[in-house]
């Protein structure tokens, strides 16, 4: 009989950008696999991949301890109704949520994915503050169980939890990111003779980055030079880092950036900019880094975890200082001005992307955990 395994991911979007490949590759490898999760748009393109599909109502908001059980108690359901020999949970909430329902449920083992530590742990907001001081104890006892493995992106995380005592370092694997696909994201020759574009591609949150990226718009604009500044996401109106529609509406009509919303033609557009900035305050690492990277794209990213996963400053890019907008405008100035540089520092990127990230290798390292898990 096939061992099952149960993705639990927030969102069916999120599933499909980041663990569709690595789901129908364990299923390929012998797995029968079902994918727990928020279905909006995205449910025909899981079930057309031949892996089953159970939808949960999951809200990402916080602050709303019954609607929080209610959860906890579908996932339980869940859990009794397939009998899983493993889960996988994606992210904070799915990783807590869904490790006490494997509890309950008595789930043999559970496999727990951290993509970052996100708003609790990196926001200095007392709400963030309270809420850390909750999730630390609980997600040392979920996290240190016998049968439970975690992931980690990369070693800031590692640092912080230790630091933490939150981890002892046992049944952890660093496996970075989701991978890319190289054959589909893949250097294009961008034309010297367009409007030069420098993208910002991520959930419209200010600890993305965007103010920064805004402002850094207004002061190389004010030099008179012509450039595109385009924000591509969506807003987030369950993160309480969300930036407004109305904001985003209103700097786009301001002239300073674009605001093109959701889209999912992301090599096209990656291969048609100029350059690719993300000043992000923390990431787990991000997957849009990756693919600028693999589509030979200069970038300019903040020096904090995650990001500097990816930058090498002054290799494929340049590392700013969190919160600095001068900074940033400074060094999108300078790739702006050298195209050589660009174009060495594309190349550069596409070469680490090859080395260090592709999906091959991100799928290869979780195939060969879940072995070891279940061993």
Same mark, same amino acid.
């Given at each position: 009989m096939?061992?099952?395994?149960?993705? !639990?991911?927030?969102?069916? +979007?999120?599933?499909?950008?980041?663990?569709l /490949?690595?789901?129908?590759a364990?299923k390929?490898?012998?797995?029968?696999?079902?994918?727990?999760t928020?279905?909006?748009?995205?449910?025909d393109?899981? @079930?057309?991949?031949?892996l089953?599909?159970?939808?949960?109502?999951?809200? #990402?908001?916080?602050?709303?301890?019954?609607q929080?059980?209610?959860?906890?108690?579908?996932?339980?359901?869940?859990?009794?109704?397939?009998?899983?020999?493993?889960?996988?949970?994606?992210?904070?909430?799915?990783?807590?949520?869904?490790?006490?329902?494997?509890?309950?449920?008595? &789930?043999?083992?559970?496999?727990?994915?951290? @993509?970052?530590?996100?708003?609790?742990?990196? /926001?200095?907001?007392?709400?963030?503050?309270?809420?850390?001081?909750?999730? =630390?104890?609980?997600?040392?006892?979920?996290?240190?169980?016998?049968?439970?493995?975690?992931?980690?992106?990369?070693?800031?995380?590692?640092?912080?939890?230790?630091?933490?005592?939150?981890?002892?370092?046992?049944?952890?694997?660093?496996?970075?990111?989701?991978?890319?696909?190289?054959t589909?994201?893949?250097p294009?020759?961008?034309?010297?003779?367009?409007?030069?574009?420098?993208?910002?591609a991520?959930?419209?949150?200010?600890?993305?980055? &965007?103010?920064?990226?805004?402002?850094?718009?207004?002061?190389? =604009?004010?030099?008179?030079r012509?450039v595109?500044?385009? !924000?591509?996401?969506?807003?987030?109106?369950?993160?309480?880092?969300?930036?407004?529609?109305?904001?985003?509406?209103e +700097?786009?009509?301001?002239?300073?950036?674009? +605001?093109?919303? #959701?889209?999912?033609?992301?090599?096209?557009?990656?291969?048609n /900019? @100029?350059?690719?900035?993300?000043?992000?305050?923390?990431?787990? !690492?991000?997957?849009?880094?990756?693919?600028?990277?693999?589509?030979?794209?200069?970038?300019?990213?903040?020096?904090?975890?995650?990001?500097?996963?990816?930058?090498?400053?002054g290799?494929?890019?340049? !590392?700013?200082?969190?919160?600095?907008?001068?900074?940033?405008?400074?060094?999108?100035?300078?790739?702006l001005?050298?195209?050589s540089?660009?174009?060495?520092?594309?190349?550069?990127?596409?070469?680490?992307?090859?080395?260090?990230?592709?999906?091959?290798?991100?799928?290869?390292?979780?195939?060969?955990?879940?072995?070891?898990?279940?061993?």
């Amino acid at each position: 009989m096939k061992q099952k395994l149960l993705f !639990l991911v927030t969102e069916d +979007w999120y599933f499909v950008s980041h663990r569709l /490949s690595l789901a129908c590759a364990a299923k390929e490898a012998g797995y029968d696999v079902v994918i727990v999760t928020q279905v909006t748009d995205h449910g025909d393109v899981i @079930t057309n991949s031949g892996l089953k599909l159970e939808p949960l109502k999951f809200s #990402r908001s916080h602050g709303k301890p019954w609607q929080d059980l209610m959860t906890v108690i579908s996932i339980f359901r869940i859990y009794k109704k397939h009998k899983p020999d493993f889960v996988h949970h994606v992210a904070i909430k799915p990783v807590i949520y869904g490790s006490v329902a494997a509890l309950f449920a008595r &789930v043999p083992v559970v496999i727990n994915a951290l @993509t970052g530590l996100g708003f609790v742990f990196s /926001s200095a907001q007392i709400k963030a503050k309270f809420l850390r001081s909750l999730i =630390k104890p609980l997600l040392k006892i979920l996290l240190s169980r016998r049968n439970t493995w975690l992931i980690i992106q990369n070693p800031d995380d590692q640092r912080t939890l230790k630091e933490a005592g939150i981890i002892t370092g046992k049944q952890v694997a660093m496996i970075r990111g989701s991978g890319v696909d190289s054959t589909k994201f893949r250097p294009f020759d961008h034309s010297s003779a367009d409007i030069p574009v420098v993208l910002l591609a991520s959930r419209m949150l200010w600890d993305k980055g &965007v103010g920064e990226f805004v402002e850094a718009a207004r002061l190389i =604009k004010s030099s008179g030079r012509d450039v595109r500044f385009v !924000l591509v996401g969506d807003s987030d109106p369950e993160n309480p880092a969300c930036i407004s529609q109305q904001e985003l509406s209103e +700097w786009q009509a301001s002239g300073i950036v674009e +605001w093109w919303g #959701r889209r999912d033609n992301m090599s096209e557009i990656l291969a048609n /900019s @100029t350059l690719v900035c993300l000043p992000s305050y923390r990431e787990g !690492l991000p997957k849009v880094l990756i693919e600028a990277a693999a589509c030979g794209k200069a970038i300019v990213a903040t020096d904090a975890p995650g990001c500097r996963e990816i930058v090498q400053h002054g290799v494929n890019g340049f !590392l700013v200082p969190v919160k600095d907008a001068s900074a940033l405008a400074e060094a999108i100035e300078k790739l702006l001005r050298d195209d050589s540089l660009r174009e060495k520092m594309g190349k550069k990127g596409r070469d680490i992307v090859e080395q260090e990230f592709t999906i091959e290798k991100v799928t290869s390292e979780t195939l060969t955990l879940y072995q070891r898990a279940l061993s």
